[in-house]
C-alpha cells in the first residue's frame, strides 16, 4: 500500500537516488552541485530551515518525493522512479507541497518546468491545474498554481 509521509534528512539518499534514476530531466550529483549548487549536505541544511518535502513509499521503499520552499512558494523538486510513473505518485507528493506552501501563507505558488510540448511534465503540470506565467529562467518556463483555482 502507497503511503505519503514528510521527509526526514535520513530520507535523502533515497530521494536523491529516484531523482538520479529519472529518465526525463535526467541529472548527475555532478550537475546537480555544477549547474545548481545542490548538494546532499545543502539540502540536509535547507531542510533545517525553510525547506520541507514529502514522499510516497511501499514497504519501505521511497517510490517518488517533492520538496518545497516555504520562503518563497517555490517547489523546487518533484521525482518519481520511472518504472512508477503513472501511478499517481507524483501526483500525490506534489499535492503535499502545494498544501503545506499554501498552508504557510502562499496564494500563489511556482515551479520550473520544461517548456517542450513534447516532455510529460509540461502535460503533467497543467492537468494539475498549474499555468505558465510567460516567464522564462533560463531554459525553463515558470508555472504557476494560485490558491482556490
Not at 519501505?60 to 518504472?83: C, F, K, R, S, T
Not at 520550473?112 to 499555468?131: E, I, Q
Request: net charge negative; with cysteine; glycine share 10%.
Amino acid at each position: 500500500m502507497l503511503r505519503f509521509r514528510r521527509m526526514t534528512k535520513d530520507d535523502l539518499t533515497a530521494t536523491l537516488e529516484v531523482r538520479l534514476s529519472t529518465v526525463e530531466n535526467a541529472i548527475t550529483l555532478e550537475v546537480m552541485e555544477r549547474d545548481y549548487g545542490v548538494t546532499p549536505e545543502k539540502i540536509a541544511t535547507a531542510m533545517d530551515g525553510n525547506v520541507a518535502g514529502w514522499l510516497c513509499e511501499e514497504a519501505g521503499q521511497v517510490l517518488g518525493y517533492a520538496m518545497g520552499n516555504e520562503a518563497n512558494g517555490e517547489v523546487l523538486v518533484v521525482a518519481v522512479h520511472p518504472e512508477l510513473e503513472r501511478h499517481g505518485i507524483g501526483a500525490g507528493v506534489l499535492a503535499h507541497v502545494a498544501d503545506w506552501l499554501f498552508e504557510h501563507g502562499h496564494d500563489r505558488i511556482w515551479l520550473l518546468s520544461n517548456p517542450d510540448a513534447s516532455n510529460r511534465t509540461y502535460g503533467f503540470y497543467r492537468h494539475l491545474g498549474w499555468k505558465p506565467t510567460g516567464e522564462m529562467r533560463g531554459d525553463d518556463e515558470v508555472l504557476e498554481l494560485v490558491r482556490g483555482d
